[in-house]
């Protein structure tokens, strides 16, 4: 797919209510069930109740997605943060990265949380305006 296809976004939202593991895990299988389908990959990111998540993939497939989430009756107050196209993909490895400071909401193998905790910090040069966000968000909501 040439580059210039692709486009990235993140949003922020408050979960309606806090969510247990159990409703974290079955969101995420939907959303990387989804997310394959369509071609898109990204971070979500969890802390006390407040939602913020990256997604990238094909600027149609984009757009269809983030509808989806944006009708999505579990969190509410979307704000859309930023929208960008981008040269290469930043979370390519992942249909749907999930990350959590909170240790009892986590949901996910050891492995992958160590592999995501390096991708969420900045890179030395050039950090998008999307990694400067998600790194902002993460590091100010630290425990």
Do not use: C
Not at 27 to 38: G, I, K, P, S, V
């Amino acid at each position: 797919m040439p580059a210039a296809e692709l486009n990235s976004l993140v949003y922020v939202s408050s979960a309606v209510r806090l969510l247990s593991p159990a409703e974290i895990e079955y969101l995420l299988t939907r959303a990387r069930e989804r997310n394959q389908e369509y071609g898109i990959t990204g971070v979500l990111l969890y802390i006390g109740g407040n939602f913020m998540q990256y997604i990238e993939g094909p600027a149609d497939n984009l757009e269809l997605v983030y509808k989806i989430i944006r009708e999505d009756e579990q969190h509410s107050g979307i704000i859309l943060v930023t929208r960008e196209a981008i040269e290469e993909r930043q979370f390519g490895d992942w249909s749907m990265a999930y990350q959590t400071r909170d240790a009892q909401d986590y949901v996910g193998s050891p492995e992958e949380r160590g592999l995501l905790e390096k991708q969420l910090k900045l890179p030395p040069t050039n950090p998008s305006t999307a990694r400067i966000v998600l790194h902002s968000f993460w590091n100010r909501n630290s425990s």
